[in-house]
């Protein structure tokens, strides 16, 4: 019997003591190793989020969520921007980017859609789109952003990208008319021939030019309403510069002389091979084609709008290949009407060609791949 304040020492077998930590020890090694994988895990995962922008309402979060991988984690933030007649999120209901940014948040990308005057010209929205840039560079703490626009958008964020080269990483153009729409030709030169042949002198228009200036103001405006713009905070629309701004011929003697950064030197050429400019990579994407899902509605008026273009001059409905080139082509003849480009309407488009989204994706993972 042992004496009181004494401790009995026992030895157990070597045997004894091995199966003891096979019971015991490595079961808790494991437990705490996988707890702290766990956590490491939960540490390194990548944080999107997803924000609606505009300069009377700033920017405000629609999504935030833990990315499934980094694959389009980008150093700076990636900004969309809309096309004439655009708007972030109409009524909270439809998207103007369809499906894109939460696609890009999958991958970790940081993504801010913007609002400018849905209709008016390139510099007027530009300005409108460069202090959103900088709220957004304010807000991040990054002071350069991925700009990717879509349509006129592509022209806005050259102008961005010419005044403001400290706050632009890189310059994505997606459909955009770089060197005019033929379609924006006609329209501009049925309005004034059309008021000339009643009579009215230059710069003044006939009841139906002047019916149409009106509506695209009213039009502008229900945009605005629609993005969560207040009345009182409305933005400025002037459909005559809109339409103006992109024909082919104030593209070719005045914006793209102001603004040349790595466009082609003629209607149709190639861009110039050295595609960055002031250390801003270009790049742009296009398609052709118009009834690309037969059960899109949109398909049939992108078809009659392609009717303003020569058969030799293969177009998206509203945008050539040709004009839609700028600095380094991804390509310009993916199977894409102008809708399709930000994957509208509602998804449809066409069955078993390349997913307009997935374009996207690829592009922003070009660019984390590039530092950027």
């Not at 349509?151 to 990208?161: K, Q």
């Not at 070719?252 to 595609?275: H, I, L, R």
């Not at 990579?281 to 052709?288: E, I, K, R, T």
Request: glycine share 10%; hydrophobic share 35%.
């Amino acid at each position: 019997m042992a004496k009181q304040g004494t401790v009995n020492k026992v030895s157990l077998p070597n045997d004894r003591c091995d199966w003891l930590t096979k019971l015991v020890a490595k079961p808790l090694i494991a437990a705490s190793l996988g707890l702290a994988g766990l956590m490491g895990g939960m540490q390194s995962a990548v944080a999107a989020e997803y924000y609606n922008c505009s300069n009377p309402n700033g920017c405000q979060l629609i999504s935030s969520i833990e990315a499934k991988d980094d694959s389009t984690a980008t150093q700076y933030p990636v900004v969309l921007a809309h096309g004439l007649g655009g708007f972030n999120t109409l009524f909270g209901l439809l998207s103007y980017f369809n499906g894109i940014p939460q696609a890009l948040m999958q991958g970790g990308a940081e993504v801010y859609v913007t609002k400018t005057s849905a209709i008016h010209d390139a510099e007027f929205r530009g300005e409108q789109l460069l202090q959103q840039v900088q709220t957004i560079a304010a807000v991040t703490g990054k002071q350069k952003v991925n700009l990717i626009g879509h349509s006129l958008g592509g022209i806005d964020i050259r102008y961005v990208a010419a005044v403001a080269p400290e706050h632009v990483a890189s310059v994505t153009a997606v459909a955009s008319p770089e060197q005019g729409s033929k379609t924006a030709d006609w329209i501009l030169n049925f309005i004034t021939q059309s008021s000339a042949r009643s009579g009215y002198p230059e710069g003044e228009y006939n009841w139906l030019g002047r019916a149409l200036i009106s509506y695209h103001k009213f039009l502008g405006k229900f945009l605005d309403v629609g993005s969560g713009i207040s009345l009182k905070q409305l933005q400025q629309q002037d459909s005559l510069r809109a339409v103006t701004g992109l024909t082919s011929d104030y593209m070719a003697e005045y914006y793209n002389p102001k603004y040349p950064a790595a466009m082609p030197s003629e209607y149709c050429g190639q861009p110039p091979q050295d595609y960055v400019v002031n250390g801003i990579p270009y790049y742009s994407f296009s398609g052709v084609g118009t009834i690309t899902n037969g059960i899109d509605p949109s398909d049939y008026i992108l078809a009659l709008t392609a009717l303003t273009f020569d058969k030799e001059d293969p177009n998206d409905g509203l945008v050539s290949a040709c004009s839609s080139r700028l600095g380094y082509v991804i390509r310009d003849d993916y199977k894409m009407n102008h809708l399709d480009s930000v994957n509208q309407f509602l998804g449809l488009v066409a069955w078993g060609e390349v997913d307009p989204v997935s374009v996207y994706r690829s592009q922003v993972n070009r660019l984390k791949n590039e530092g950027l």
